[in-house]
């Protein structure tokens, strides 16, 4: 075994570099691909200022041992901002991703949105309590979401629809990160020590272009901009016709597992 092949294994800090998992001069290039049938997208809109987040939080943590992770669901977790007026600001929130839950409440008819909120396939999903498992494949046929990279940063993206009339795609990736946490110290949740999985660092939307039977296209995931502990995934989901609903969703883990502090 190669002394850099070691140092990859070594859990590490993740600063801001030009490569966001450790990788080496010879290493094969990082591919996820989807089935046919689709595979569903997980979002939760949650926040450390919302008392009432912690339980939902924790049912997406124990989605992190199950061996169809990723096969079979893809989840994420946005951390909305309208929380942090309490006097504690959630250091992993953003405006983007309380405007993408208003977009979503808009499309539905919703006057209100709210946390913890679970959304499954682009509708608003409320079956999470007592359920041991997430929502598992599709009996729908949508196509093959296949992304791949060389360094983790620049990624080539194919999809192939299942059937025709598609008039447009766009890709959307989600850098994710796991086994992080935070000490509240003040809004409803002070004095608590709150544990995430599946944050949402990064959120990057690019338009697909359709060459004969499938759309192709890149995308870039930016440098962090500080250092972070914590397990890197990525998420990437295919929306089409200007509809915000994933057709299909693929993801992986970029970087060995790390012991939660």
């Known amino acids: 075994m190669s002394r850099e092949f070691e140092e990859c294994m070594i ?9 966001l998992a450790c990788v080496t001069a010879d ?21 450390e200022g919302c008392s009432s987040c ?17 096969s079979e669901f893809v989840p994420v977790a946005f951390h909305v901002d309208y929380w942090n ?13 309380s405007d993408r839950q208003r977009h979503y409440a808009g499309l539905w008819g919703s006057e209100n949105i709210y946390t913890p909120e679970f959304v ?13 498992g997430a929502p598992g494949l599709s009996a729908t046929r949508t196509g093959i979401l296949n992304v791949t990279s060389g360094d983790t940063n620049h990624w080539d993206v194919s999809f192939i629809p299942a059937a025709g009339g598609t008039a447009g ?16 110290k003040a ?19 690019q338009p697909l272009v359709r060459e004969n039977d499938r759309f192709r296209g890149t995308f870039v995931l930016p440098a962090l901009e500080k250092k972070l502990d914590g397990r890197l995934a990525l998420a990437v989901w295919a929306t089409c016709n200007v509809r915000p609903e994933p057709v299909q969703a693929v993801g992986g883990w970029l970087a060995p597992s790390e012991k939660t502090k």
Request: hydrophobic letters at 40%; proline letters at 6%; charged letters at 20%.
């Open 54 to 70: 912690p339980p939902a939080e924790s049912w997406l943590s124990g989605l992190k041992e199950k061996p169809d992770l990723w």
């Open 169 to 184: 795609c766009e890709v959307n990736a989600a850098l994710l990160i796991s086994g992080v946490g935070s000490d509240v």
């Open 85 to 97: 007026y309490l006097g504690w600001r959630d250091k992993w929130s953003s405006k983007q991703y």
């Open 120 to 132: 499954l396939n682009g509708q608003e999903w409320r079956n999470w309590l007592g359920l041991r």
């Open 187 to 205: 809004g409803e949740n002070t004095g608590h020590h709150l544990k995430h999985d599946f944050v949402v660092l990064k959120l990057i939307s």
């Open 11 to 19: 859990p590490v800090r993740y600063m801001i570099l030009g490569m």
């Open 27 to 47: 290493a094969a290039s990082i591919q996820f691909q989807s089935p046919e049938r689709q595979v569903p997208l997980l979002e939760l809109y949650t926040s």
